[in-house]
């Protein structure tokens, strides 16, 4: 239960994600800015999140999305300035939001002032000592210091030159190579990193969102290890991959929490670690992060024995520590559940569909993400919203690849296209040069002629559009308090029906093809319709294929 001075608010928190490129342009150059998102906070507000998450607006070259960043401590002129990432603090605090921002502690960009020292100084020089710099093998060194690849295809390592003008050491890079890894052995690293903190603490923001939490520890000696590790990130035969969830990560995040801890709010700290829940859960024991996302869940076909073994395995996990359990279905890395779900098999979630590739079924993809979303908001715990989710935004699948920038589409030799299609600039009008998210139509990514018919202005009226049914639920959720609430499990005598309570409100999902007959039985509705994810999805006793019902339970009292 959410504590009435709001100090437990993470822990039943609904946090919708911006990716600043995408959401908002005010000053017509095509790409996304801080005073744009400031401008449309309202929205935010009203769809009813408690907080937002920014997706980094730091100085960057942009060779992975702003991922890639050259100052921790500033904001990239093509997003604004300190005093706009102020302004927006400010407003959204005014409108009762609280502000999540990126922490990228695994890596910086190649352009970085202390990376730019290291190359120019000598092998084994303490600048040098920052990142992981070694020496190649083979007779001359020319080959990588180990068989590790990249998360962007191709070798993890790149070989610089020296002063000199030879070939010289090489450097480890998990992503790109404009993407140098930390070393976090050095005390340097981490008094850096609380100096950004703390900077950002100062100013305000509410707490962060780590990026690539899990791997910014390495394995003693950077072992080879030649297994894939895309995805969810398993144990090989009792061993987790040198790279990612090594034991040393929990010292750093304990150093962290007690920044935080020193902050009135809290402050908080959310993990994202592609990790199974039981390896999740060990980053968010009480004096660790707050939060870590729920990436199994967020890779699950549409089953409902799939969702039901991973909503108890995520619950028991984080319970063990005494952890609320986070769910996410979308986010700027996967491509976009009400296209994911438009498929009848399993899905690469970040490699991207082209013209030319098979294409998802619109229909069927945004009626299961409409019912997805509904039962993800009926479970107890926090939730993590993307931009333009409430829209039923489809992932764009037409790009044309000359327009590409992920940089896994150059670096995989166009085999794999990347996450381009869930970045696309979202739209506010339907109509307008760029359906009301810039003054231009040359927008940094283009977006299909279609959109306006997803605008947000579009559905504002419509009480059957997807805007309507996620300001509904978001609604109901807080009145209900069903994320401070505890989950029940009804026995509904169908494998494709999922049923639960959760504190007033009886959450049903039938995740088959025909129509189910709800039993009489434990597990029917109790009460009034309060949500459905379509229009008439439970109707004379019957649920509807693909859709999902809140129901009032206890007389019909959800407060």
């Not at 996304?32 to 408690?50: F, P, Q």
């Not at 006793?541 to 009032?552: I, K, P, S, T």
Request: with cysteine; hydrophobic share 40%; aromatic share 10%.
């Amino acid at each position: 239960m959410t504590t009435p001075d709001g100090t437990d608010w993470w822990r039943t928190a609904v946090i919708y994600q911006v990716y600043p490129r995408s959401f908002a342009d005010l000053d017509g150059d095509g790409t996304g800015d801080l005073a744009g998102i400031t401008a449309r906070l309202d929205h935010v507000a009203a769809l009813g999140a408690d907080a937002v998450w920014l997706s980094p607006f730091y100085p960057s070259p942009q060779a992975d999305g702003g991922y890639d960043v050259a100052d921790y401590r500033d904001v990239d002129p093509v997003y604004g300035t300190l005093a706009d990432a102020d302004a927006l603090l400010a407003r959204a605090h005014e409108l009762g939001l609280r502000v999540i921002a990126d922490l990228v502690p695994n890596h910086c960009s190649d352009q970085h002032v202390l990376f730019r020292a290291a190359l120019a100084a000598d092998p084994g020089s303490p600048e040098r000592g920052m990142f992981h710099f070694r020496d190649g093998r083979g007779e001359h060194g020319e080959l990588p210091p180990n068989d590790w690849q990249s998360m962007f295809e191709g070798p993890a390592w790149t070989r610089v030159t020296e002063s000199d003008g030879t070939p010289g050491q090489w450097y480890l890079h998990l992503f790109a190579p404009e993407q140098p890894d930390w070393n976090w052995d050095d005390p340097r690293v981490h008094r850096e990193f609380e100096t950004t903190l703390r900077f950002w603490l100062d100013r305000g923001v509410d707490g962060f969102r780590v990026d690539v939490c899990d791997a910014i520890v390495k394995a003693p000696g950077l072992p080879d290890w030649p297994h894939a590790t895309h995805g969810v990130v398993e144990p090989v035969d009792g061993v987790m991959p040198p790279m990612w969830d090594q034991e040393g990560i929990h010292a750093v995040f304990r150093e962290w929490r007690r920044i935080l801890d020193e902050y009135e709010g809290p402050r908080i700290l959310c993990a994202e670690a592609w990790l199974p829940p039981e390896r999740a859960a060990r980053i968010v024991r009480s004096d660790e992060m707050h939060q870590a996302f729920n990436f199994a869940y967020l890779s699950l076909p549409w089953d409902a024995a799939a969702i039901r073994a991973n909503v108890d395995t995520s619950i028991a996990a984080n319970d063990a520590v005494g952890a609320p359990t986070t769910w996410v279905l979308s986010n700027h890395d996967v491509m976009r559940h009400a296209s994911r779900f438009g498929y009848d098999g399993p899905v690469e979630l970040e490699a991207g569909v082209g013209v030319d590739d098979a294409q998802p079924d619109r229909a069927t993809g945004l009626r299961r993400a409409r019912a997805a979303t509904l039962l993800m908001l009926g479970l107890p715990g926090s939730a993590y919203l993307y931009q333009g989710e409430e829209l039923g935004l489809p992932e764009v699948t037409t790009l044309p690849d000359t327009v590409r920038q992920d940089p896994v589409w150059e670096r995989s030799g166009h085999r794999i296209r990347g996450r381009d299609g869930c970045r696309v600039p979202i739209p506010w009008t339907p109509d307008g040069p760029s359906f009301g998210f810039s003054s231009t139509a040359d927008t940094w990514l283009p977006q299909p002629a279609d959109f306006g018919a997803f605008a947000v202005a579009a559905q504002e009226e419509d009480e059957t559009s997807t805007l309507a049914m996620y300001r509904l639920a978001l609604a109901v959720r807080r009145r209900a308090d069903l994320g401070g609430g505890t989950l029940r499990w009804h026995d509904t005598g169908s494998r494709s029906v999922l049923a639960w309570s959760n504190g007033g409100v009886t959450v049903v999902g039938n995740l088959g093809p025909e129509p189910v007959r709800l039993p009489a039985a434990e597990g029917a509705p109790g009460g009034d319709v309060l949500v459905e994810s379509v229009p008439g999805a439970f109707t004379d006793g019957l649920l509807a294929a693909d859709a999902a019902v809140w129901f009032a339970t206890d007389g019909g009292r959800t407060t």
